[in-house]
């Protein structure tokens, strides 16, 4: 017999319950803007500012260095920044370059060196960490201001598609161990992001293309218009036309605020990834390929390969995958890796790994995103292997044309 009130349950002469409750409410600003580090551009000031408005304030700056090999005075233009607004920022350091891509995330030694700066310019948890690049050197970065003194400010400032419309404005971090993509990493939400949305400009030709995967998939499970809008101006975008692409970057980022802030489960408690359809394969298939495959360009084929099971699961409309598939055809994307014939030692087609992966990822039972139409997506809980065998076959028959 037990005896409860509203904060605690006494269960017997021995044991008494207290339950522990409290809300924590986040807020961040994503600003869109150009020219973000023109003195006359009041963006980051104002972010920097937004708590405390009077007080000058301590930064530290990590430059992804491809970032800087295409835009070699961007150091310059952090400094001469920080120094028109001496009054309310104190720049601690010139800006310091650190590795973009992958090699930032899968060598440990990156993350002792940011975490080591840190510490030998005394940041405290009031003070800014900066992070200007892609992806890969956000994760890094913000694993390091989230863990540093348990919570350093975090500044993002996404430099290619993938990050401005979708990495960069969410709450993850991490980087990768033993083989598994994003093993290490936290929850913790940035201060604020700065989208400029002048580094696009800079990508190369295959780096704008990769990031668009990410716009296809928000639109195939969360946005039926937005995918029709896709198509409509699938040759603006496979041109890099400037006005398609600030729409494109800016709609799939708000797509993915709201599932952050609306869907239930912004730090993914539970055992659904409901953003990632097509991410369990393409996990796989980076580490597969040692990353020779962008994150985007794995994306784009998992999203191609879990649209056609979708179809053989009697889930989705059949047509619909083929009509997927040409638009990511027409941005850019290769639908097709000769990894996804590797087989183990067993004769078990290596891929198959990445649903255990993801399930591991996240505990619990095996939740997948699929398609039950475009714009609307539906979770199951297993998939067939040979269907996904099948689904392999189709995209290799397809590419053989």
Same mark, same amino acid.
């Given at each position: 017999?037990?005896? +409860?009130?509203?904060?605690? +349950?006494?269960?017997?002469?021995?044991?008494?319950? @207290?339950?522990?409750?409290?809300?924590?409410?986040?807020?961040?600003?994503?600003?869109?803007?150009?020219?973000?580090f023109r003195p006359d551009n009041p963006a980051l000031l104002e972010a920097v500012r937004r708590l405390e408005p009077d007080r000058r304030h301590?930064?530290?700056?990590?430059?992804d260095d491809g970032v800087l090999a295409a835009r070699p005075r961007l150091a310059e233009e952090i400094a001469d920044y920080a120094r028109a607004h001496a009054r309310h920022l104190e720049l601690v350091a010139p800006p310091l370059p650190v590795p973009g891509g992958e090699r930032i995330k899968n060598e440990l030694f990156f993350v002792e060196h940011i975490m080591a700066?840190? *510490?030998? @310019?005394?940041?405290?948890? !009031?003070?800014?960490?900066?992070?200007?690049?892609?992806?890969a050197v956000l994760d890094a970065v913000g694993l390091v201001a989230a863990t540093t003194h348990r919570g350093i400010r975090l500044?993002?400032?996404?430099? %290619?598609? &993938?990050?401005?419309?979708?990495?960069?404005?969410?709450?993850?971090?991490?980087?990768?161990?033993?083989? +598994?993509?994003?093993?290490?990493?936290?929850?913790?939400?940035?201060? $604020?992001?700065?989208?400029?949305?002048?580094?696009?400009?800079?990508?190369?030709?295959?780096?704008?293309?990769?990031?668009?995967?990410?716009?296809?998939?928000?639109?195939?499970?969360?946005?039926?218009?937005?995918f029709t809008w896709l198509e409509r101006h699938?040759?603006? &975008?496979?041109?890099?036309?400037?006005?398609?692409?600030? %729409?494109?970057?800016?709609? +799939?980022?708000?797509?993915?605020?709201?599932?952050?802030? !609306?869907?239930g489960d912004p730090f993914e408690t539970g055992s659904a990834r409901p953003l990632d359809f097509g991410h369990w394969a393409a996990h796989r298939l980076e580490t597969m390929t040692? *990353? *020779? &495959?962008?994150?985007?360009?794995?994306? $784009?084929?998992?999203?191609?390969?879990?649209?056609? @099971?979708?179809? %053989?699961?009697g889930l989705l409309e059949a047509g619909a995958e083929e009509r997927i598939c040409a638009l990511l055809e027409h941005l850019g994307f290769r639908l097709w890796?000769?990894?996804?014939?590797?087989?183990?030692?067993?004769?078990?087609? !290596?891929?198959?790994?990445?649903?255990?992966?993801f399930r591991e990822h996240l505990g619990g039972e095996l939740t997948i995103t699929l398609l039950e139409a475009i714009g609307r997506g539906i979770e199951v809980h297993a998939m067939d292997e040979d269907g996904i065998a099948r689904a392999i076959a189709w995209l290799e028959a397809r590419q053989k044309g």
């Amino acid at each position: 017999m037990s005896d +409860c009130d509203r904060d605690a +349950c006494t269960v017997d002469t021995r044991t008494t319950i @207290y339950d522990q409750r409290f809300t924590v409410t986040f807020h961040y600003p994503v600003v869109f803007t150009r020219a973000l580090f023109r003195p006359d551009n009041p963006a980051l000031l104002e972010a920097v500012r937004r708590l405390e408005p009077d007080r000058r304030h301590r930064l530290i700056v990590f430059l992804d260095d491809g970032v800087l090999a295409a835009r070699p005075r961007l150091a310059e233009e952090i400094a001469d920044y920080a120094r028109a607004h001496a009054r309310h920022l104190e720049l601690v350091a010139p800006p310091l370059p650190v590795p973009g891509g992958e090699r930032i995330k899968n060598e440990l030694f990156f993350v002792e060196h940011i975490m080591a700066k840190l *510490h030998e @310019y005394h940041l405290d948890r !009031q003070s800014f960490v900066m992070a200007v690049g892609g992806g890969a050197v956000l994760d890094a970065v913000g694993l390091v201001a989230a863990t540093t003194h348990r919570g350093i400010r975090l500044l993002r400032v996404p430099t %290619t598609v &993938l990050a401005q419309n979708d990495s960069g404005v969410g709450v993850k971090n991490g980087v990768n161990l033993f083989g +598994c993509k994003n093993f290490v990493g936290t929850f913790a939400p940035p201060f $604020a992001v700065l989208n400029d949305l002048d580094f696009i400009e800079l990508l190369p030709p295959r780096e704008k293309i990769a990031g668009m995967a990410e716009a296809v998939k928000v639109a195939l499970i969360r946005d039926a218009a937005f995918f029709t809008w896709l198509e409509r101006h699938a040759d603006a &975008l496979a041109l890099f036309e400037r006005p398609a692409m600030a %729409t494109m970057i800016r709609r +799939c980022a708000e797509l993915h605020m709201r599932q952050i802030a !609306q869907g239930g489960d912004p730090f993914e408690t539970g055992s659904a990834r409901p953003l990632d359809f097509g991410h369990w394969a393409a996990h796989r298939l980076e580490t597969m390929t040692r *990353h *020779h &495959l962008r994150h985007g360009e794995a994306v $784009a084929i998992g999203i191609a390969l879990d649209s056609r @099971y979708s179809v %053989t699961a009697g889930l989705l409309e059949a047509g619909a995958e083929e009509r997927i598939c040409a638009l990511l055809e027409h941005l850019g994307f290769r639908l097709w890796h000769p990894a996804l014939l590797a087989r183990d030692g067993q004769g078990r087609l !290596q891929l198959l790994a990445g649903l255990a992966e993801f399930r591991e990822h996240l505990g619990g039972e095996l939740t997948i995103t699929l398609l039950e139409a475009i714009g609307r997506g539906i979770e199951v809980h297993a998939m067939d292997e040979d269907g996904i065998a099948r689904a392999i076959a189709w995209l290799e028959a397809r590419q053989k044309g």
